[in-house]
T-cell receptor, first 112, second 112 residues
Framework: NAGVTQTPKFQVLKTGQSMTLQCAQDMNHNSMYWYRQDPGMGLRLIYYSASEGTTDKGEVPNGYNVSRLNKREFSLRLESAAPSQTSVYFC???????????FGPGTRLTVT | KNQVEQSPQSLIILEGKNCTLQCNYTVSPFSNLRWYKQDTGRGPVSLTIMTFSENTKSNGRYTATLDADTKQSSLHITASQLSDSASYICVVSGPGGFKTIFGAGTRLFVKA
């Protein structure tokens, strides 16, 4: 089992460019999440998907969109990147909402 | 407002020594509390999870305690090793929907 995988590991974007972060899990989990982590701050929820076919906004959704493509995959899209979106992005999954979460290795994104 | 506060922000200890990290929360109602370990450049990994009725749980050299009345938890690390150098994150969840708050973490440095 690979657990939770994320691609890419690193990315540099110019302001205004768009990109999609990919996430997949092979644990047959129902719930999936996207977080960002900034220095000195806790993980902040961007969007989550409680189950296949549903998505909901988290604490900091502005500037992002998500797609729950199927039970395995949950992608995060930045339509027009801004320097404030420079961060480390983590995808996670859990059997159900509020259960133990399993995290991917993260994507380090820099927007110049 | 639901919050999770951790202390200290950072800690330096000598290899072989014990240490205790603190977590205070205001999340209510309460469902479970988790401690995660996050190595530099990696995603968080779960150490322990406790529900309302549990007041202590161990995972090897890690022992977590929970006082649901005072809304406090601690993580005790015994006989620290160099590999314990990491951030330790306290996470508190409420029941129903998605109500999960991450603390900012305690950065632990274990020196030889």
């Amino acid at each position: 089992n690979a657990g939770v995988t994320q691609t890419p590991k690193f990315q540099v974007l110019k302001t205004g460019q768009s990109m999609t972060l990919q996430c997949a899990q092979d644990m047959n989990h129902n719930s999936m999440y996207w977080y960002r982590q900034d220095p000195g701050m806790g993980l902040r929820l961007i969007y989550y998907s409680a189950s296949e076919g549903t998505t909901d906004k988290g604490e900091v959704p502005n500037g992002y969109n998500v797609s729950r493509l199927n039970k395995r995959e949950f992608s995060l899209r930045l339509e027009s990147a801004a320097p404030s979106q420079t961060s480390v992005y983590f995808c996670a999954s859990s059997e159900q909402s509020n259960y133990e979460q399993y995290f991917g290795p993260g994507t380090r994104l820099t927007v110049t | 407002k639901n919050q999770v506060e951790q202390s200290p922000q950072s800690l330096i200890i000598l290899e072989g020594k014990n240490c205790t990290l603190q977590c205070n929360y205001t999340v209510s109602p309460f469902s479970n509390l988790r401690w995660y370990k996050q190595d530099t450049g990696r995603g968080p990994v779960s150490l322990t999870i406790m529900t309302f009725s549990e007041n202590t749980k161990s995972n090897g050299r890690y022992t977590a305690t929970l006082d649901a009345d005072t809304k406090q938890s601690s993580l005790h690390i015994t006989a620290s090793q160099l590999s314990d150098s990491a951030s330790y994150i306290c996470v508190v969840s409420g029941p129903g929907g998605f109500k999960t708050i991450f603390g900012a973490g305690t950065r632990l440095f274990v020196k030889a």
